[in-house]
């Protein structure tokens, strides 16, 4: 009998149709329903701060909208930018400002090169490959990037213009950055300050499952080594509210901030202001506490499982993970360089998996050994099945 074949035997509910997947990491609908359920009971605002919402113009947000992106982030409410739905857009149109207009102190070019933590989000390294911006990895430390890498490269590379971090629970490793990381890591960028573009992205600010540490606000850290142009923060609501429909936020100088709502008053003539109302009014009726416990209570039996089901291949060395206290994700190490062929696996059983290397720059795993688990989605029921194939084509190739 082939691997499949055993596999098959011993997991009788593999019926050849079900598609298991977890590829994406986007909230269930049941953490969706909760946000529905709330929402529903709000009416529409039209009006808001003194300002009609039906019309164009704010190319800042609203300010009570820009008020609960700097609760969400722990950044100045005067440095804090309320905008459209996805991040990611923000960041794209932030690098593009870099790139065509130019920040104080922020400039990219042809030239470009950016330091990726790995293993890293895709859609970050997908996004500056679509620029042509070079990207070098660095490896993680049990409290962040790996300093000692940084400061070789620093010392070694020219056209080293910036970093992208996703400081809390990070895509997909569940990295928490520490302080004495953060500041240790501004001060090697700190002779490069002229034209360094550190990009935070802090999706997973408030999604914390289990304890996890306190984290000074990156702003005042970066003010303090004198960094406070280089620093690019966004955030979202996407996890917290409604994924397609949620609200950005981006925080910055007041210079780089000026600077891009110059470029991106060529873009828009202003935010989505009634879904930023529509947003402020949600944060009144519940509080971002309140959601964020209400998630965790569909969220934290998902990772739990995961564990449970996990940890018994990875005590006998088949993978290595570290359990995460927050985020989205699960990266698994593969004991053996076989990434590839446990993704094929489990695709012929059904289970959807990103392909190897999908967390790493161009796609390259150099050890060939990471996969990203997404276990948000599935209801347990379904997880149980996704994650039980997974462990037991790890059990064969292993
Ligand atoms: C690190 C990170 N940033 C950004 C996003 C996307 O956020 P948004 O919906 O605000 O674009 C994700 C989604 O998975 C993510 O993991």
């Known amino acids: 009998m082939n691997i499949l074949e055993h596999i098959k035997q011993e997991l009788p509910w593999l019926d050849g149709n079900t598609v298991y997947d977890l590829t994406r990491g986007k909230p269930a609908p049941e953490q969706l329903d909760i946000t529905e359920n709330y ?8 009006e808001l701060d003194g300002i009609d919402l039906r ?15 700097s609760k969400i982030l722990k950044t100045n409410f005067d440095e804090t930018h309320a905008l459209d739905n996805s991040s990611l857009t923000l960041m794209h149109q932030i690098i593009s400002c870099a790139f065509f207009l130019g920040f104080k102190s922020a400039k990219l070019d042809g030239h470009s090169k950016i330091i990726c933590p790995v293993p890293g989000y895709d859609r970050h390294f997908k996004l500056l490959e679509n620029f042509g911006i070079e990207m070098i990895t660095v490896p993680f430390q049990k409290d962040g990037p790996d300093l000692n890498t940084i400061e070789d490269l620093i010392n070694s590379e020219s056209n080293i213009h910036g970093i992208v971090c996703v400081p809390r629970h990070s895509n997909p490793t569940g990295h928490t950055f520490s302080d004495d990381n953060v500041e240790q890591l501004f001060k090697l960028i700190e002779p490069l300050k002229e034209n360094f573009s550190i990009f935070w992205d802090n999706a997973y600010a408030c999604h914390d499952i289990e304890d996890t540490i306190q984290q000074t606000p990156a702003d005042q850290i970066a003010k303090k080594i004198g960094l406070e142009n280089n620093l690019f923060q966004v955030g979202s609501t996407s996890k917290i509210t409604l994924a397609g429909s949620g609200i950005s ?22 935010p989505n202001k009634m879904n930023q109302g529509m947003h402020v009014k949600y944060f009144e009726l519940v509080s971002i506490e309140q959601q964020m416990s209400e998630l965790k209570k569909i969220i934290k039996p998902k990772f739990e499982l995961v564990d449970h089901i996990l940890e018994p291949i990875k005590d006998t060395g088949l993978c290595f993970y570290e359990k995460p206290t927050g985020g989205y994700f699960y990266s698994i190490d593969s004991a053996k360089s076989n990434a590839d062929e446990v993704v094929q696996t489990c695709s012929q ?27 948000t989605f ?12 997974f462990k037991n084509v790890l059990k064969y190739l292993n």
């Open 39 to 46: 929402y529903s009971k709000l009416s529409t605002p039209y």
């Open 55 to 69: 019309n164009y113009g704010n190319p800042e947000g609203l300010p009570s909208a820009r008020e609960l992106g």
């Open 249 to 270: 936020f981006i925080s910055s100088s007041a210079d780089n901030l000026s600077k891009f709502i110059d470029f991106r008053n060529a873009i828009t003539p202003g």
């Open 349 to 375: 059983l059904g289970l959807k998996l990103l392909p190897m290397g999908s967390c790493f720059p161009y796609g390259v795993d150099p050890d060939k050994k990471n996969i990203r688990l997404a276990p």
């Open 378 to 389: 599935p209801d347990l029921a379904s997880l149980e099945r996704c994650v039980t194939i």
